[in-house]
């Protein structure tokens, strides 16, 4: 990660203006003040671009967008708000040709930003956290050019937080997908039973609730028990994959 790190530095010292890349699932959780503080100390300009606007209820977005300015909603998924966003960075570079450094959390959707201003499948995207490995440079057009970089944790979250976990950590590798499955069913039951399809549990604690969800799914282990481990793997990939709407 520290390696990761020291890209995103470099970036940060390349660009003109810098993209921060923000998951509208969870805002608070995947904005980055350790490199909104480094872009802040170099003095200059950054978009805030909150991603994944397709998840979310725009009422509770328009609420936060005063802290977050400056700053563009945008679903890279479905092509929305990147032509706001164009018009952001030319505003900024005063119609010169610049070039911008996009950052951000893993997963926040970084490649898939670049991919929606260039129009044409440039930058890898992947489900998987940390796919991004190095920086790549991709021209938009004639004037924008774009940095990707790899997705950084702040320092402050490599302590043990599930619910940085659910953002950044990828699904199959996770040891303990059922504990980081209780912290998401923590903040957001309701969505993630709706989206299953799950009710009338409401005298069910969180355990017998992954096993419902097992059941309903039909995944069992092999004594016949639900298979609580595979249906939370199942829950973070889909998760990840931006397919839980809030
Ligand atoms: N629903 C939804 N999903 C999105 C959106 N943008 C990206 N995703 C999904 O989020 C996942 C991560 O996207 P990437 O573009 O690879 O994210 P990244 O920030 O480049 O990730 P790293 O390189 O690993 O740091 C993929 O499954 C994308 O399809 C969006 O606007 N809406
Ligand atoms: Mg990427």
């Known amino acids: 990660m520290a390696n990761f790190w020291k890209i995103v530095d470099k970036v940060i010292h390349e660009a003109d203006i810098i993209l921060e890349v923000i998951d509208a699932r969870m805002i608070d959780k995947t904005r980055n003040l350790e490199i909104e503080g480094k872009i802040q100390s170099l003095n200059k300009p950054l978009i805030r671009v909150i991603n994944k606007c397709d998840l979310v209820d725009k009422d509770e977005l328009v609420k936060k967008k005063k802290l977050l300015e400056p700053c563009v909603f945008i679903s890279a998924k479905n092509f929305l708000g990147t032509t706001m966003l164009r018009k952001k960075i030319l505003q900024v570079s005063k119609g010169e040709a610049v070039l911008v450094g996009v950052v951000g959390y893993p997963n926040t959707g970084k490649s898939s930003l670049i991919n929606c201003l260039r129009g044409k499948g440039v930058a890898p995207v992947s489900s998987v956290s940390g796919y991004t490995?190095?920086?790549q440079n991709v021209k938009a057009d004639?004037?924008?050019?774009?940095?990707?970089?790899?997705?950084?944790?702040?320092?402050?979250?490599?302590?043990?937080?599930?619910?940085?976990?659910?953002?950044?950590?990828?699904?199959?590798?996770?040891?303990?997908?059922?504990?980081?499955?209780?912290?998401?069913?923590?903040?957001?039951?309701?969505?993630?039973?709706?989206?299953?399809?799950?009710?009338?549990?409401?005298?069910?604690?969180?355990?017998?609730?992954?096993?419902?969800?097992?059941?309903?799914?039909?995944?069992?282990?092999?004594?016949?028990?639900?298979?609580?481990?595979?249906?939370?793997?199942?829950?973070?990939?889909?998760?990840?994959?931006?397919?839980?709407k809030l």
């Open 142 to 244: 004639n004037k924008i050019h774009l940095i990707d970089t790899p997705g950084v944790l702040s320092s402050t979250d490599l302590n043990d937080d599930n619910s940085i976990k659910i953002a950044t950590k990828n699904f199959y590798n996770e040891k303990d997908p059922d504990v980081a499955v209780f912290s998401l069913l923590k903040e957001h039951k309701k969505q993630i039973l709706d989206h299953y399809g799950l009710d009338n549990v409401n005298d069910l604690n969180d355990e017998k609730i992954l096993e419902e969800l097992a059941r309903k799914a039909n995944r069992y282990v092999s004594g016949g028990e639900p298979d609580v481990q595979m249906i939370s793997k199942r829950i973070l990939k889909d998760w990840q994959h931006g397919k839980i």
């Open 133 to 135: 490995k190095g920086k």
